[in-house]
């Protein structure tokens, strides 16, 4: 098999991190997702728990939050030190190895890139909101809150960092809808394309 990059973008609950797992298992290749928040977390000496709280998701729920966060005299913050080092740190991990890679803006960073396939994965709100509460052990109301939450933080800090809206069809080669499909055939058809 030729060297494969496949970046995962997904909405909460929508079971893209198990499906990422799945075609880099079955693939035989790396996977990579909270390994690259322990990467940039020794890369910057900050803690894993901040890393994973600012790698990923806006400050708040709004993208003006960006503006009024601390900045140094050249005009950057924390959130943006700490994507310059994931971004440096997810072009070297897809230099040097096939991998599949979960999230942190990873299908922008790749775009130029001709061995990568970009998936967006997604599902019904009602499948999302079981996943959530069997897996953060929560009430529906609690579930519902915490996907709305985490999809609006992950869609500023993609919007802001790319330029792109998240989640739009236009942004990745493949949009699968894991609520109709099911894990295991989303996994199946990601493990075919990359095969043919």
């Known amino acids: 098999m030729k060297k494969s990059i496949i970046t995962v973008s997904r909405e909460f609950g929508s079971g893209g991190r198990i499906i990422g797992k799945m075609v880099a298992d079955r693939l035989g290749i790396a996977y990579y997702d909270k390994e690259i928040i322990a990467k940039v977390a020794e890369k910057t000496g900050f803690a894993k728990e901040f890393i994973e709280k600012n790698g990923e998701y806006s400050p708040s729920k709004s993208i003006f939050a960006y503006a009024v966060v601390s900045r140094d005299r050249a005009g950057s913050s924390m959130n943006d030190y700490i994507y310059s080092v994931q971004r440096k740190i997810i072009l070297d991990i897809a230099e040097k190895e096939s991998c599949v890679i979960v999230g942190r803006c990873a299908d922008d960073i790749l775009s130029g890139d001709d061995k990568s396939l970009h998936v967006f994965i997604y599902a019904d709100d009602e499948a999302k909101i079981k996943k959530i509460m069997d897996t953060h052990q929560v009430s529906e ?54 095969k043919a």
């Open 141 to 194: 109301k609690e579930a519902v809150k915490l996907m709305k939450a985490t999809d609006k933080k992950r869609s500023i800090n993609y919007n802001y960092y790319t330029d792109k809206q998240w989640g739009r069809a236009h942004n990745y080669d493949l949009c699968l809808n894991s609520s109709e499909l099911g894990y295991e055939a989303c996994a199946d058809i990601i493990v075919n394309l990359i």
